[in-house]
């Protein structure tokens, strides 16, 4: 029995798929963190193109025949791969600006600590406040959301369409950020805005009585009443992913049909 005989169309369908479909393990919460190893996720977006590649419907006539239209098209569908990890990524990345806030008025931003997640120094709440989004984030099903998109992205983003550069994409990632720092504002609000309240009442007392040393006594008590204050408001914390989840999603839904070379108006 000989050899499968692969044509060149097939051949370049599957490069397209399995470029789009390694940016997004690359780049996808928890999927793309340093602590997995590379030759892991190679081989997971090799396994998950040989499945998905067969069942990826294309136009022959739109396959490129050089180098550099390959390229291009590469270029297109590493964009697609990078838009939809990133818009759920931004989820997950406002436990980390969350913590940078409550790190602050804890004034505990000098303890730090590896985020092996980034490869940079990070201030300890901040890292927690990341594991218990990680945890809410698997809990509330969000890694299935990308992998959601992904399938659907190949419906109505067929490979060999270069339609990734529509500005109104870039547009909607802007506005995923922009709630990215709306979402987190709202994580640290109630611990933010007691630890205020709190100091304003040490600056009454050390204008009362200056003989204390408000710099020692406070310093424990914005630790202890920070950490205390996030123990209560973690009630409210899966709300808040769900709410982020439901907006990527939506989100997604928008770029997905940005991406579609089939809507009004487009062309191939």
């Known amino acids: 029995m000989g050899a499968p005989v692969i044509n060149a169309d097939e051949f370049c369908a599957f490069v397209l798929v399995f470029i789009r479909l390694a940016t997004v393990v690359a780049m996808a919460p928890i999927l793309g963190s340093p602590n997995i190893v590379t030759e892991a996720k190679v081989a997971l977006a090799l396994t998950l193109a040989l499945v998905i590649a067969p069942l990826v419907s294309y136009r022959a006539e739109m396959m490129p025949m050089n180098l550099w239209d390959m390229a291009v098209l590469g270029i297109g569908e590493l964009i697609i791969g990078l838009v939809l990890a990133t818009l759920v990524r931004l989820v997950l990345e406002t436990a980390n600006l969350a913590g940078e806030y409550l790190s602050f008025q804890m004034s ?5 600590l590896m985020d092996p997640q980034s490869g940079t120094q990070v201030p300890i709440v901040s890292r927690m406040v990341y594991i218990l989004f990680v945890l809410i984030f698997l809990f509330a099903n969000g890694h299935y ?16 369409f270069l339609v990734a550069g529509r500005p109104e994409i ?33 600056g009454i007392v050390a204008k009362a009585v200056p003989q204390m040393q408000v710099l020692f006594v406070g310093m424990p008590l914005y630790i202890l ?32 049909d940005m991406l579609s070379p089939f809507r009004t108006g487009s062309a191939p």
Not at 147 to 160: C, H, I, R, W, Y
Not at 226 to 245: E, K, T
Request: glycine fraction near 8%; charge should be positive; proline fraction near 3%.
């Open 108 to 112: 505990m931003t000098m303890v730090n």
């Open 145 to 160: 959301l990308v992998l959601n998109a992904l399938a659907d992205s190949f419906q109505v983003a067929p490979v060999g």
């Open 170 to 202: 870039f547009t909607e990632v802007m506005k995923a950020a922009g709630r990215m720092y709306i979402l987190s504002i709202k994580i640290a609000a109630p611990v933010v805005g007691l630890l205020f309240c709190v100091k304003v009442s040490f």
């Open 225 to 256: 009443a920070g950490l205390a204050l996030i123990g209560f408001s973690m009630d409210f914390w899966p709300r808040l992913v769900g709410q982020g989840l439901f907006e990527a999603q939506e989100a997604l839904t928008r770029v997905l």
